[in-house]
């Protein structure tokens, strides 16, 4: 269902956005809204007790989770307005502007938490969707860097998004977030025809790398390196086997297209439009390649 998306923007919200997108029923599992809606009343009732900016940026995820991205967009305006120089409310807001397809909107956002972090300590980000053992992987810092290389990237601006990778990798400080910022950055430097860079960047990644939940992006590494068959994985891919992973489909389809493939390449990515992962990274990525 086609509709326009009104969104609240910069530090007024009178002043609005409207973003021209094809916003579709978004799936949520029932075994997962059960416990996003539950998540977002208890974000609510501590919002109620302390109106701290810290559970103002929680309750704007939990509506985020529950896919309510202009909600979540609002409440964070009304955090840049009350504190306007905590980067996090910018940080979040430009990941629910990728959500939204409002690229130019997510880059004014990510620059400005650039500039509000820097020379700052990096800090921790705690996770909204904690992983098997409930170690948060990544940093607001890298976390900033790491989406606005993926806009630049969405919208094919390969040599901003190559600059912007290089630092988000310099903060990683695990293997997830190393992995994570490699995927995309080997990727640009083969968009760019640095191939020198691309394998060097490549060997760094090791067979016995200690993961915790980037275990997609590794698999993609390893397609480049020759180490994981990318026939077998497709089999598995177009089975179903795989289809609600859309970052291992779309880096299958990647790592075609970089290789000459487009035939394939085109097929993997509109399978994966063709799914109902609408607001998934891989999603995004692989409508913007087809577009």
Known sequence: MKFFLILFLGSSLSAQVVCNTNLPDIYISNKARVVYEAKMLEAKENFKKDPSPDNLIWLGRREAYLRNYADAIEIYSKGIMKYPK???????????YISSRCFDLAIKDFKKAVGLTRDKPNEIEPDGLPNA?????????????????????IQGKYHKARYTYEKCLK?????????AATNWLYVIYRHLELDG????????????????????YYTILRIHQGKVDPSALEKEIMSGQSLNNTTLAFGLGNYYSINGDKEKAQALFKMIVDGNQWSAFGYIVAEARLK
């Open 86 to 96: 905590d980067a996090r409310f910018y940080r979040h807001r430009g990941h629910r």
């Open 133 to 153: 053992l409930g170690i948060p992987t990544s940093t607001l810092q890298g976390n900033i860097y790491y989406h606005l290389g993926l806009t630049y990237y």
């Open 171 to 179: 903060l990683a400080e695990n293997p997830d977030s190393y992995v």
């Open 197 to 216: 860079k691309a394998a060097e960047l490549l060997s760094t990644i090791k067979d016995d790398m200690n993961l915790i939940e980037n275990h997609s």
